[in-house]
């Protein structure tokens, strides 16, 4: 379900299937894991991700403000249309960035430091 992979210090989350209360469990042991270790920068792939249930959200939303404290984030890349509208439905772009692809969510931390080195 869940293949890690580094671009330099980001920490990129390739999910697969679904992410319901079956699942959930396994992802937020990995968060606690990763930042435990220091990582703070995170992109979380959805792209092979059909299914999020509301406790699979909870994860998103009960890390965020620890990594954001620590300097970090979490980014969501390549939602699927079901995925995207409970994400916009649940008004979570408030709180998590929504990107196209990964590529793009990686892209994104390199301009934020770039931005606070400028």
Request: hydrophobic share 40%; charged share 30%; net charge negative.
């Amino acid at each position: 379900m869940i293949e890690e992979d580094r671009v330099e210090d980001i920490v990129v989350l390739k999910l697969r299937g679904l992410v319901d209360s079956g699942t959930a469990q396994f992802l937020e042991e990995k968060f606690k894991q990763l930042i435990a270790s220091n990582s703070v920068r995170f992109v979380v792939d959805l792209n092979d991700v059909h299914y999020i249930s509301s406790a699979g959200w909870g994860i998103f939303v009960g890390e965020i403000k620890g990594v954001r404290g620590r300097n970090g984030d979490i980014k969501l890349a390549g939602m699927h249309p079901d995925v995207r509208e409970v994400f916009d439905l649940l008004e979570f772009n408030a709180l998590l960035t929504p990107y196209s692809s990964k590529e793009e969510a990686i892209s994104a931390f390199t301009k934020q430091e770039n931005t606070k080195l400028g």
